[in-house]
């Protein structure tokens, strides 16, 4: 079956760092893109990270300098590390893999599979 299971949310003090995980079974990342979005109540999802099939990574202003997101092909998982967290990062991240050698879509609607995702929770 495939699925995507992710982990490594929580609670952190503004400033601190946290490391998101993403791992795919039954799926690889190697001939998709795939993207990290955050939801808060009451609002969309917003594309916050993505990489494409190739590597090439692609961020939202707000986090750049920030998020860093990377692949383990060898463990078939996809980290977003969050460092210099703000209060405003807060929210339930999911990742999501768009099958396909293309860029990560910013719509979440164009993805294939998505985690069940994980609570952020930044305090000031």
């Known amino acids: 079956q495939a699925q995507l299971v992710e982990s490594g949310g929580g609670l952190v003090q503004a400033g601190g760092s946290l490391r998101l995980s993403c791992a795919a079974s039954?799926?690889?990342?190697?001939?998709?893109?795939m993207g990290w979005f955050r939801q808060v109540p009451g609002e969309d999802q917003e594309f916050v990270a993505g990489?494409?099939?190739?590597?090439?990574?692609t961020y939202i202003d707000s986090v750049k300098g920030r998020f860093t997101t990377y692949r383990d092909n060898a463990k078939n998982t996809v980290y977003l590390q969050m460092n210099s967290l703000k209060p405003e990062d807060t929210g339930v991240y999911y990742c999501?893999?768009?099958?396909?050698?293309?860029?990560?879509?910013?719509?979440?609607?164009?993805?294939?599979?998505w985690g069940q995702g994980t609570q952020v929770t930044v305090s000031s």
């Open positions: 039954g799926l690889t990342f190697s001939n998709s893109a």
């Open positions: 999501g893999l768009y099958v396909g050698r293309f860029a990560p879509p910013t719509g979440p609607t164009d993805y294939d599979y």
């Open positions: 990489m494409s099939w190739s590597g090439g990574t």
